[in-house]
């Protein structure tokens, strides 16, 4: 009789991370917008060092149980909620990163905080120590 293999979780020496999360709305006559400047964040972001960039919206958000992102954001009729997240080695990396990009003159392009495609006040991020990755 054979014996079953099993597979065992790969073991890893590397660090759990850093998150920057954000939470936000965008009128969705200003989604293309929001998606060009995004693209242009990505690449900025990913060239300076980050790990991972990653843009989502709101696609599932009708649920029954706790507060809907939506509702979270008070999101209108007319707006699409957007999850994105950026991830580092830690918050130091974090930090240099975050450094590097605020000075790429391809920032600049993208005007002030009065010309994004979102009101800047009403969206929420931080900073996230990961406990839990796979």
Known sequence: MEKKKTSTPKKTTSKPGYVDGFLLTVPVKRLADYKKMAQLGC?????????????????DLKIKMGIPFPALKKAGRNDVVI??????????????VNAKVMKD??????????????????????????????
Do not use: Q
């Open 43 to 59: 690449k900025v972001w990913m060239e300076h060092g980050a790990l991972d960039f990653c843009e989502c919206t709101g696609d």
């Open 83 to 96: 999850f994105s997240w950026i991830t580092y080695k830690s918050r130091a990396h974090r930090d240099a």
């Open 105 to 134: 003159p391809r920032m600049s392009s993208l005007g002030g905080v009065d010309s994004m495609p979102f009101d800047c006040n009403l969206m929420s991020f931080g900073g996230f120590k990961v406990i839990v990755k796979s």
